[in-house]
């Protein structure tokens, strides 16, 4: 793995250096502050990332997003060739919960998703918080909650898997 191209991109998210921790890593409890809420289980929930998986990847989307449809094809076969190492954790942006939930069942999504108003304006806003700007995003992070990329394209998915390819899990 390149480390300065991977400095470079670091460099370019600073919003998420507002939810970095003092030691350095993202501060997974961040979320306990957010409102979230989990579609499957319609209750406001910490989101926690996995002890036993070496990345967490957070996944940023929403029904009326078009390169987010076009990317979840990849985003569910990576899924199935990472879901030993990676914990995908999604947040779905939309105008009402109802959304959220039939999005999650139609499309039959099988990791960790949570609401978030897709007008969030008033804080806590997790999107806003990080500075997330375009749809799809993905950011991530190591076990110990280290940021590795964060990249906002459709085929997002794609550069997430070459760079963990590279670091061979």
């Known amino acids: 793995l390149d480390f300065i191209s991977l400095k470079d991109s670091l460099v370019r998210i600073s919003k ?3 939810v970095i921790n003092q030691q350095g890593s993202f501060d997974f409890e961040i979320f306990s502050k957010q409102g979230l809420i989990n579609t499957r289980t319609e209750k406001e929930e910490k989101i926690k990332y996995s002890e036993t998986k070496k990345y967490t990847l957070l996944h940023f989307t929403g029904s009326w997003c078009a390169p987010c449809q076009t990317s979840l094809p990849a985003l569910f076969e990576f ?3 990472y879901k030993d190492q990676v914990q995908i954790i999604s947040i779905q942006k939309e105008n009402n919960f109802l959304k959220a939930k039939q999005y999650l069942n139609e499309k039959k999504i099988l ?3 949570y609401f978030e108003y897709l007008n969030c304006s008033n804080p806590p806003c997790l ?3 990080i500075g997330i700007t375009a749809y799809p995003s993905f950011l991530l992070f190591d076990s110990k909650g280290n940021l590795i ?3 906002e394209s459709d085929t997002g998915i794609n ?3 070459k760079i963990i390819n590279k ?3």
């Open 127 to 129: 999107s806003k918080e």
């Open 79 to 81: 899924y199935q060739k």
């Open 16 to 18: 998420v250096e507002s």
């Open 159 to 161: 550069e997430i898997q």
């Open 167 to 169: 670091i061979k899990y």
């Open 149 to 151: 990329i964060k990249t």
């Open 111 to 113: 990791w960790d998703c």
